[in-house]
T-cell receptor, first 112, second 114 residues
Framework: GENVEQHPSTLSVQEGDSAVIKCTYS??????FPWYKQELGKRPQLIID?????GEKKDQRIAVTLNKTAKHFSLHITETQPEDSAVYFC???????????FGAGTRLFVKA | EPEVTQTPSHQVTQMGQEVILRCVPI?????FYWYRQILGQKVEFLVS????????KSEIFDDQFSVERPDGSNFTLKIRSTKLEDSAMYFC????????????FGPGTRLTVT
């Protein structure tokens, strides 16, 4: 079945450093790739997304890259701040039916 | 800003009982979803719903689960005979059909089966 692999499971960085989270998807029909931030006890919140016809997208300190051939996509956070500490989930969606498969999550710790 | 709402915030039920989780999607949205998240684990897709029918469902969404849009505003998830392993946070989400694929999540209902 469809699967999304996400690495690393835990990431600890110093404030101001960059953080990179990588995902691989299996369903070649996937064409929409959102990234969510989830704080403890809260709902997932979309932080950035990318469609399959785009290779890279940036929004201030956050960027996402997509390699459709390799079925890889990555989240890059620059100049990390303590408030970036949370669990981050990648996801892959086929917009034909909107079945969305999530990765296992990355717990990001940003140390002040 | 409009938000997805869910009730109740916490539901405790006994094994074998039926539960109905309720969601009010954003008013002009036409796509609706249910997800579940077991404590400390990933978000799992259950079902997507459009035009009064299921678009996609996962292997988790078996005969014990059903969804309904009983009126113009509510979207419900029913679990017929709850099991201990159904204990999880259940999130409802909605999205529009105007080209943005963004799904807006509700705050969740924590279901505890005892």
């Amino acid at each position: 079945g469809e699967n999304v692999e996400q690495h690393p499971s835990t990431l600890s960085v110093q404030e101001g450093d960059s953080a990179v989270i990588k995902c691989t998807y299996s369903d070649s029909a996937s064409n929409y790739f959102p990234w969510y931030k989830q704080e403890l006890g809260k709902r997932p919140q979309l932080i950035i997304d990318i469609r399959s016809n785009v290779g890279e997208k940036k929004d201030q300190r956050i960027a996402v890259t997509l390699n459709k051939t390799a079925k890889h996509f990555s989240l890059h956070i620059t100049e990390t701040q303590p408030e970036d500490s949370a669990v981050y989930f990648c996801a892959a969606t086929y917009t034909g039916g909107f079945k969305t498969i999530f990765g296992a999550g990355t717990r990001l710790f940003v140390k002040a | 800003e409009p938000e997805v709402t869910q009730t109740p915030s916490h539901q405790v039920t006994q094994m074998g009982q039926e539960v109905i989780l309720r969601c009010v999607p954003i008013s002009n949205h036409l796509y609706f979803y249910w997800y579940r998240q077991i404590l400390g684990q990933k978000v799992e897709f259950l079902v997507s719903f459009y035009n009064n029918e299921i678009s996609e469902k996962s292997e988790i969404f078996d005969d014990q689960f059903s969804v309904e849009r009983p009126d113009g505003s509510n979207f419900t998830l029913k679990i017929r005979s709850t099991k201990l392993e159904d204990s999880a946070m259940y999130f409802c989400a909605s999205s529009d059909d105007r080209g943005s694929y963004e799904q807006y999540f509700g705050p969740g209902t924590r279901l505890t089966v005892t």
